[in-house]
């Protein structure tokens, strides 16, 4: 097992304020613990005392600790137990402490779908077995996290800003889209409400 302890710089706080616009918000949230653990699916949930992990599409995860199934052979624990770096012969996996390598960012909104859909297939209502899956051509962790309009994104550090400049272009080239649902929205809305008058046959 390769040992990457010292691999990662500290992480510095993205500086960037919370961007709110058209019913999506999105901010940098920042887990205590992200630890990778490699083997046996079995035998990494073992290590990281939890019993299940989450997927892709319509799986939640909740609370502060949960497992992410990163692929079939891997699981990314966030603020887990403090697990020593290395490789764990008792249970036959590897552990690499990734609090450092990846930026989360969380996306709230009822759009938000719409947003991850500019950059991969994504149906949020079809589970998948993995949380793994390029985003405009960046490699990230996507799934939900409490709430059905709850998503968060985890992408190596190094990439953030270029990830949260690349959200900021997708809103603004789908504000024009939202702007027309919600003029189509308003015209139902005002055609539902009118009250037509008729004149009684004499």
Sequence with gaps: ???????????????RPNLVRDTISLRYVSPARQTVISGSFEDCLALSGLETAVGGGSGFASGETYALRQRRDRVVVVNGPDIADGWHSAHN??????TSAYSVIEMTGARVEQLIATGTEFNGDHA????????????????????????RMHVRSALAEAVWDMFERQIDSLASVWADQRDIGEM?????GAKLTCKEAS
């Design 188 to 192: 139902t809305k005002d055609m539902d």
């Design 93 to 98: 996996v590897g552990v690499s402490d990734m």
């Design 1 to 15: 097992m390769r040992d990457d302890r010292n691999r990662w710089p500290v992480a510095v706080e993205s500086e």
């Design 128 to 151: 998948s077995a993995s949380v793994s899956r390029l985003w405009h051509g960046f490699g990230v962790l996507l799934y939900r996290h409490g709430a059905k309009d709850v998503f």
